[in-house]
DNA sequence: TTGAAAGCGCTAACAA
DNA sequence: TTGTTAGCGCTTTCAA
């Protein structure tokens, strides 16, 4: 590997006037600062990372730590982390940062320890399924700028960037309602994250405001991966006065939900409206198309990457909170 | 952040002492050893990572280059690039490294020719499309040790993880003859990378073995993203003599063709057989579910990861080439 | 406008 | 077994 000092030698100037060329610092007279290009270019040289960041405390990386790529998303697409990952990215690249990715295995946050102590990166973005994962308590205690996907109840001096999941909830169940359903179902997400719980409440609260029965026969909560949603569907189906609508908070648990009333016979939206949440890719494929929340998962990655730059260069700034639009997109499923 | 030697100065040893016990290293007494390790757990100790790479000249990063992760991949799943990089991370955390993603830009490669002179990672493993990419030559002449997903012509010095595309591709295709089919087209992928060259020659190859004919108008190459498959069955279903079977180079295509098939009011098998490749989550769920030849795309990043390491920390034992098994997945389709 | 030199936190060679 | 010390390659005062 080149170094400065070779540099040096080759454009026959001092390290500093080469620390300067390569920093876009004045005071270099423009012949030596074509000199030293000259020099770099030829040598291709590429300043040493580690180096830099030793003396400036800054590596240019931004750490992004998710539970795991690729995920059977209630039985789903599962493209909502690979997109996240995608948007981050594509905002690094936009800022001249590098991306160091760290998925966090259940009950292992050694390698995450060491990333966030260890100086490795300038900041952090992490999304996580729980908001007590212990995870974001080592975010908080590092003391490092960070940005969370999807706000915490927590810890208040996170920063965070989210959608409003209650009211995205209570919007389509209310366009549920103003459907004509009465008895609407709840297939939910796990409720150790505020996404869960918000969407839940959502859905509480539409039915609140349109009068309707409060059933707990009505609210089942599949588990996170594989096809749950289709045997809560079933469930739902068995009773004795079944649902007419059911609002799905995840795309997968929605398909699941319309393979289990396709295979009873049963019509969508006519027997019973299915609304998911998400608009994965697969949504507008299914049979028929499904009506869902839209959720801007690739803005929503931009704009964290946008909050956690503006807090690398001004801690003192946060903590910094964006709430993002979602999208009730009307298929025909309801 | 504290340093190596607030924990000497709390321990009352030397700066030695407290890094050798960091290494494990031998030649510290027990009693002494305890002493260091509370003093970094009360201090809450982590390296800086910075100083360790300028002596050491180890990171303990490993780099991963992709076009991007998500990925409209010929109308699919995409699930491609996710996958690897779980593989990959789960990898790099099991053997205790971190993972430095770059997603690289279509003509700018700048930020991957940082990392890849810059220090930053220890060792790259990169998936690109066309074999011809900028960025695999950057890896060539950085001199890191490297491992390509998928075979590389023009770089034989380069280590690489793939499967035998042109016998899957053959054995796929053979499948379909033996079921007695005769006029069997192809859906192909782009041939700038070894994978949609090799399927198209196993394609070639097992009408060559059965004498069946070659006919050009069956070789149909869809653009890598959207439904162009979609068109393309259209296109073939339009021929004077629409052929008996297709074999699709990804299973995008062949979820496609079976849309394209299906409104024609074809039926699949006993019309026109579909046979996809790689095996998508989607492919099992498909109408009727498609027989598919199954890449094992987790295997293939741990098997990368698990080269390179070797080759990290014996250059001089590469290239080193690994060719992983596929499967044909018979379903309903074929 | 340029250069000399200190020092970032750590490891490793060498001395004790 | 433990400690002292010389750098690793760079940026950043400070002096010239």
Known sequence: MKTLEEVAQRAAVSLATVSRVINNQ????????????????????????????????????????????????????????PMLLQSVSNACTVNE?????????????????????????????????????????????????????????YYPELSWVDVDNFSSAQEAVSYLVRQGRRRIATLMLG?????????????????????????????LEPSRSGDDGYA?????LDLPNRPDAVFAAADGMALRALDAIRERGLRVPEDIAVIGFDDQPSASRAGPPLTTVRQPIMEMGTQATALL???????????????????LVIRQSA
Request: proline share 8%; net charge positive.
């Open 26 to 81: 004045p005071h270099v007279r423009p012949a030596i600062r074509e000199r030293v290009l000259s020099a770099i270019r030829e040598l291709g040289y590429v300043p040493n990372a580690a180096a830099r960041t030793m003396v400036t405390r800054r590596t240019n990386i931004v750490g992004l730590m998710l539970p795991q790529v690729t995920w059977d998303w209630y039985g789903g697409d599962g493209t909502f982390y």
């Open 191 to 219: 409720t150790e994250g505020q996404a869960g719980v918000q969407r839940r409440d959502g859905y509480t609260r539409a039915l609140l405001n349109h009068g309707l029965a409060l059933d707990p026969a009505l609210l």
């Open 309 to 327: 730059l503006r807090l690398i260069d001004a801690p003192e700034a946060g903590p910094l909170h964006m709430v993002l639009p979602t999208q």
């Open 232 to 236: 809560a569907m079933q469930q739902l």
């Open 97 to 153: 940062r590098h991306l160091l990715l760290s998925t966090v295995p259940p009950g292992n946050p050694q390698m995450a320890r060491e990333v966030l102590g260890g100086g490795h990166i300038d900041g952090v973005i992490a999304s996580m399924f729980a908001s007590a994962d212990p995870v974001i308590n080592l975010i908080a205690t590092s003391h490092l700028p960070a940005v969370l996907i999807g706000r915490n109840p």
